[in-house]
């Protein structure tokens, strides 16, 4: 049996910046979400590393939000929202993405989806997505999106977040038969 030291909050339950930092040992590939705002007409956009499929029937996707973004609800605004799946080569992409505040697509090439939102030069694949759902959890909301369309869209291997960094694979990816 492993054990390890407890790092309790006063509450019982683990610190959270132990828990952030065994989380960190799980890699997740990394997204931009982005849209119109519906305001303004401006691109906005947001970077997330909690995306994941939910279901085939019907073409569900799932991601998790900060109660605190203040880009979820300029992207939230939209009605269709269009999810990037980064390429390794995008770090900046996702910095930008992460920012607070200023022009996150400046200097930035993108061309429109079918549902009018920016699609990011060099994203492996995009999935235009209608919100269905949301969910509060915590200091979170996880947010259920259909997906309407969808494509590929360059190649490449997928930008990775672990342990608080970026990075992408080594080695040779085999598809399956």
Known sequence: MVTGPAHHGANGQPDSRRFRQVLSRFATGVVAITAVDPVDGRPCGLAANSFTSVSLNPPLVAFCMARTSTSWPKVRGAKVLTVNVLAETQQAVCARMAAKGGDKFAGLS???SPGGNPVLDGALAWLDCAVEAEHPAGDH???????LQLDTHADGGPLVFYRGGYGGFVGRFVEPA
Do not use: E, L, Q
């Not at 909301?141 to 997906?147: L, N």
């Open 141 to 147: 909301v996880i947010v259920v999106a259909r997906a």
């Open 110 to 112: 993108w061309t429109g």
